[in-house]
């Protein structure tokens, strides 16, 4: 009992983290509600997450299309992705085709722009197929040094656990050459964008679009660490030296050991030696006796 009370107090909570709306199909809603939410600028309506406000009759409707691979609130009936030339927008109220420039398009929804005729070469991490949409019209990122260009500050906070910190992000955004160009927000023209370690405002000004807190360019976090050629050398001969040094170690011991094994033996044949002398001498007295007794004898 209280197990599910808490798992129903825990799910209120997460509906209300993630602002959806609760309604299920078939439930009366209005359009006019439809927004993004201030603060993380996702998008909500007075429907569940599963479903959308149709415009036709004012009622919740399963959504009729998926933006993401894995959406969020899903069971096992996903609605279908949008093919090549078509998007899904926000609400999932259907497949749409592609957007004109100049015409409408949703914050950070680069993708519903058709691309220009020279998307390859204007085509960069900052927008995508050289579309960019800012202040909710599609642009063209083709703007060239110099020339005036448009910028888009988005502001995203996220309030953190109750009472913990509050965390803010701003992502500036515009319709400059990217990445060799940015827009300079005193001139309001494409700048060149400045290389790693020049001191920077936002990431949009970095060449790498990366800027650390204490103001300059920097490769961004997931960049694999570059190890110098310096610093292969010194590990290679650090490695090299190590196993040298075990071997002449090694050596050093076994001509120890074989040393005190010889000086062993050594000993032992000399201690040999002298055991056969003293017999021999021992022998030749003993004969020398015998010889003078004999001829004692014979006397
Ligand atoms: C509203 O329209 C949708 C299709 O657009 C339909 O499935 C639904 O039954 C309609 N609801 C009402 C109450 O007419
Ligand atoms: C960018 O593309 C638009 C549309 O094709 C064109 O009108 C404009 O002149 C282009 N701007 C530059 C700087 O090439």
Same mark, same amino acid.
């Given at each position: 009992?209280?197990a599910?009370?808490?798992?129903?107090?825990?799910?209120?909570?997460?509906?209300? @983290?993630i602002?959806? !709306?609760?309604?299920g $199909?078939?439930? /009366?809603c209005?359009?006019? &509600?439809?927004?993004?939410?201030?603060?993380?600028?996702?998008?909500?309506?007075?429907?569940?997450?599963?479903?959308?406000?149709s415009?036709?009759?004012?009622?919740?409707?399963?959504?009729?299309?998926?933006r993401?691979?894995? /959406?969020?609130?899903?069971? &096992?009936?996903? $609605?279908?992705?949008?093919s090549?030339?078509?998007?899904?927008p &926000?609400?999932?109220? !259907?497949?749409?085709?592609l957007? @004109?420039?100049?015409?409408?398009?949703?914050?950070?929804?680069?993708?519903?722009?058709a691309?220009?005729?020279?998307w390859?070469? @204007?085509?960069?991490?900052?927008?995508f197929?050289?579309?960019?949409?800012?202040?909710s019209?599609?642009?063209y990122?083709?703007?060239?040094l =110099?020339l /005036?260009?448009?910028?888009?500050?988005?502001?995203?906070?996220d309030?953190?656990?109750?009472g =913990?910190?509050?965390?803010?992000?701003?992502?500036?955004?515009?319709n400059?050459?990217?990445?060799q160009?940015?827009?300079? $927000?005193?001139?309001?023209?494409c700048?060149?964008a400045?290389?790693l370690?020049?001191?920077?405002a936002s990431?949009?000004?970095?060449?790498?679009?990366?800027?650390?807190?204490?103001?300059?360019?920097? &490769? $961004?976090?997931?960049t694999?660490?570059r190890?110098? /050629?310096?610093?292969?050398?010194?590990t290679v001969?650090?490695?090299?030296?190590?196993m040298m040094?075990?071997?002449?170690?090694?050596?050093?011991?076994?001509?120890?050991h074989?040393?005190?094994?010889?000086?062993?033996?050594?000993?032992?044949y000399?201690?040999q030696?002298? @055991?056969?002398?003293s017999?021999?001498?021992?022998?030749?007295?003993?004969?020398?006796?015998?010889?003078?007794?004999?001829?004692?004898?014979?006397?």
């Amino acid at each position: 009992m209280l197990a599910t009370f808490f798992l129903l107090g825990l799910a209120t909570f997460c509906f209300e @983290l993630i602002g959806a !709306g609760i309604l299920g $199909p078939g439930s /009366p809603c209005s359009t006019a &509600d439809n927004h993004l939410d201030p603060l993380s600028h996702k998008f909500m309506s007075e429907c569940a997450e599963q479903n959308f406000c149709s415009a036709l009759n004012g009622t919740c409707v399963p959504r009729l299309c998926r933006r993401d691979e894995f /959406p969020f609130g899903f069971g &096992d009936d996903l $609605p279908p992705l949008c093919s090549p030339g078509t998007f899904c927008p &926000d609400d999932g109220s !259907g497949c749409k085709p592609l957007v @004109l420039l100049g015409e409408g398009c949703e914050l950070n929804r680069d993708e519903q722009c058709a691309p220009p005729l020279d998307w390859d070469d @204007l085509a960069s991490a900052k927008n995508f197929n050289g579309s960019v949409c800012l202040h909710s019209t599609c642009m063209y990122a083709n703007v060239t040094l =110099g020339l /005036p260009c448009v910028t888009d500050n988005t502001t995203y906070i996220d309030l953190g656990p109750a009472g =913990g910190q509050q965390y803010t992000y701003t992502i500036t955004r515009d319709n400059c050459h990217s990445p060799q160009l940015y827009c300079d $927000p005193t001139s309001m023209t494409c700048a060149r964008a400045k290389p790693l370690g020049a001191i920077c405002a936002s990431d949009n000004e970095c060449e790498t679009s990366t800027c650390a807190s204490p103001g300059y360019c920097t &490769d $961004p976090p997931e960049t694999p660490t570059r190890v110098a /050629p310096w610093q292969y050398a010194i590990t290679v001969s650090c490695i090299l030296g190590a196993m040298m040094a075990t071997c002449m170690m090694l050596i050093l011991l076994h001509k120890r050991h074989r040393y005190s094994h010889y000086k062993d033996i050594q000993e032992y044949y000399y201690e040999q030696i002298s @055991l056969r002398r003293s017999i021999i001498a021992l022998h030749a007295a003993a004969a020398d006796r015998h010889l003078v007794e004999k001829a004692d004898h014979n006397m």
